[in-house]
């Protein structure tokens, strides 16, 4: 099998235009995402002469798709941190996935830092069980604004649990940064969602002229509903130790009932605590997610939040002694006030994201960022006011 280009597609048109990033194999055995972008690619060039973007395809992990596994020394999609980056840079010991980090990184360097239009980042995946098609995203308003339009289900919250994400650096940068699970990994069906979800993608933001979906009679599968929210309320996590393997086929999105037995771990059966829906069981060997509960989220309440965040009701709670706004997207709350402020509110407000920095103090982040530069790797500093 030969090796990927890491940029295997660009077509660069104009910096005040806005620009499109989609990734793929971000996980080596996730190959279905490779496979539909050369067609996404081949339309792109198609019809550049109509393109109003500017559009690149960004591969993720060389050595894993080679060997058809989902990483090698660890995984590409946790690794997107401080202390990674720096010890990417120092090689002071061989991890295979330092070098994917590096080489994307610097792409994303050189792609971003003369940009002035908007920026989308899209990356690509499916799953170890069969599944509907989903949008998976951190909790923004532009996030939210975009993917509502989609069609998909969308899942959110994924921030407050998954450290080193890709799109968790893309999203605090300020950009509209998402990903897309087309269904199961070697499933034909995977191929064909990931190129309808591009097309929509490309449709809905005007990137390229409509009258060449037309041409290629595209037009009439980009129509879609309106988006259904859901919120992620738990996640499993497995240790390299761990022997851990799903009771029963689940399906994403399948409604639990309470005492129904889900997976074994070590020596331990996990049953439902309530009736929430599974989402992403694990079904592979490799994997830190055994799986996660997820609950609806209704649109009355999607528009509540982004009422108050747009109206800025978190300074409201720096009336209180001790609260007060570090910068326009991190709160700082003493730890003996934390258990009079609802979690419902901060989450609500945004603040999906905490971590103590500071003895008796807990800082509070949300992703409504206008940050929007990407340093040199060796210059790099989290958005964060913390090196994690």
Request: aromatic share 12%; net charge positive.
């Amino acid at each position: 099998m030969s090796e990927p280009d890491r940029l295997f597609y660009s077509l660069e048109t104009d910096n005040a235009l806005p620009t499109i990033i989609f990734f793929c194999c971000i996980h080596g055995n996730e190959k279905a995402g490779y496979i539909a972008l050369q067609s996404v690619n081949d339309f792109i060039e198609k019809h550049k002469k109509s393109a109003n973007a500017n559009f690149y395809t960004i591969f993720g992990n060389k050595e894993a798709y080679i060997q058809n596994q989902r990483f090698i020394n660890k995984d590409l999609n946790r690794i997107w941190t401080k202390s990674h980056l720096v010890e990417s840079s120092r090689k002071a010991a061989y991890v295979s996935e330092y070098n994917d980090l590096v080489e994307i990184y610097n792409i994303l360097h050189l792609v971003l830092k003369d940009k002035k239009g908007p920026i989308y980042c899209i990356d690509l995946h499916t799953t170890s069980g069969p599944t509907r098609p989903f949008v998976v995203m951190n909790d923004s308003i532009k996030n939210r604004d975009f993917v509502k339009h989609l069609g998909y289900p969308v899942i959110f919250n994924i921030e407050s649990f998954i450290e080193g994400a890709l799109l968790n650096m893309l999203s605090d940068l300020g950009h509209v940064s998402f990903g897309f699970e087309a269904g199961e990994h070697t499933s034909k069906d995977s191929v064909k969602e990931f190129k309808l979800f591009c097309y929509r993608v490309i449709s809905n933001l005007e990137l390229i002229d409509r009258q060449s979906f037309i041409d290629d009679g595209i037009d009439n599968y980009l129509k879609s509903k309106q988006a259904k929210y859901y919120e992620i309320v738990f996640r499993q996590n497995l240790e390299p130790q761990d022997s851990f393997e799903m009771i029963g086929n689940f399906l994403n999105f399948h409604k639990l009932k309470k005492g129904e037995r889900i997976a074994r771990l070590n020596d331990r059966i996990i049953s439902a605590p309530s009736d929430y829906r599974i989402f992403m069981p694990l079904y592979q060997k490799k994997g830190e997610d055994g799986f996660f509960y997820i609950k609806r989220i209704s649109n009355v309440k999607l528009k509540v939040a982004k009422l108050i965040r747009k109206l800025g009701f978190e300074h409201l709670l720096t009336i209180l002694p001790g609260i007060n706004m570090v910068n326009h997207y991190t709160l700082a709350i003493p730890d003996p006030l934390i258990k009079y402020i609802p979690k419902r509110l901060l989450f609500a407000l945004g603040y999906r994201k905490s971590v103590e920095m500071e003895e008796n103090k807990t800082y509070f982040t949300k992703q409504e960022r206008k940050i929007t530069a990407l340093p040199k790797l060796n210059a790099f500093v989290s958005p964060y006011k913390y090196n994690k």
